[in-house]
């Protein structure tokens, strides 16, 4: 049972290029978040999903796109990269109230 | 607009003495409240949480919280502070929605 993963652990990109951050969970939860975390601002949300083929947008959704096509991944989009996306990325996947976070994902765009 | 607030950044406390970590939160409806804990480079844990019952929530590694709804807060405390205490602890509120909102996060040093 791995939990929350998060694919890759680490990137660096250029202004402009694009990626896909994945996350995948083994637990069947519902419930999954894509977050944020910038020194001295917690954790923000960017986009949930409250089930397969559904998402929403959280409290900082501009520059970010995301998909919940199958009920275990839930991946998250950034189109074109901006140096204000230089950032820690965590996935959460939620079980009765309660989150599961992935170990992170660290951005730097230049 | 719901919110956490946790006014420190930092808190310092001997080994072997009580601590405590604060939050206040606003919430429309009844909230659901958390606790989570963060190491170095590393994901968030769950601590604790409070739905609903008795206002004194136990927690995991020998924490709890004190729910006070008409002090709208959410307090983190814990009897005798361990080195391995020392961490950022984060309060975090879920509203109807299924959004959750944390705060900014204080950073726990336990002192030998």
């Known amino acids: 049972n791995a939990g929350v993963t998060q694919t890759p652990k680490f990137r660096v990109l250029k202004t402009g290029q694009s990626m896909t951050l994945l996350c995948a969970q083994d637990?069947?939860?519902?419930?999954m978040y894509w977050y944020r975390q910038d020194p001295g601002m917690g954790l923000r949300l960017i986009h949930y999903?409250?089930?397969?083929?559904?998402?929403a947008k959280g409290e900082v959704p501009d520059g970010y796109n995301v998909s919940r096509l199958k009920k275990q991944n839930f991946l998250l989009g950034l189109e074109s990269a901006a140096p204000s996306q230089t950032s820690v990325y965590f996935c959460?996947?939620?079980?009765?109230?309660?989150?599961?976070f992935g170990p992170g994902t660290r951005l730097l765009v230049l | 607009a719901q919110s956490v607030a946790q006014p420190e950044d930092q808190v310092n406390v001997a080994e072997g003495n009580p601590l405590t970590v604060k939050c206040t939160y606003s919430?429309?409806?009844?909230?659901?409240l958390f606790w989570y804990v963060q190491y170095p480079n590393r994901g968030l844990q769950f601590l604790l949480k409070?739905?609903?019952?008795?206002?004194l929530v136990k927690g995991s590694y020998g924490f709890e919280a004190e729910f006070n709804k008409s002090q709208t807060s959410f307090h983190l405390k814990k009897p005798s502070a361990l080195v391995s205490d020392s961490a950022l602890y984060f309060c975090?509120?879920?509203?109807?929605?299924?959004?959750?909102?944390f705060g900014t996060g204080t950073s726990l040093t336990v002192i030998p």
């Open positions: 409070y739905i609903t019952g008795d206002n």
């Open positions: 637990m069947n939860h519902e419930y």
């Open positions: 919430v429309s409806g009844n909230p659901y």
């Open positions: 959460a996947s939620s079980f009765e109230e309660t989150q599961y």
């Open positions: 975090a509120v879920r509203d109807m929605t299924a959004q959750f909102y």
């Open positions: 999903s409250v089930g397969e083929g559904t998402t």
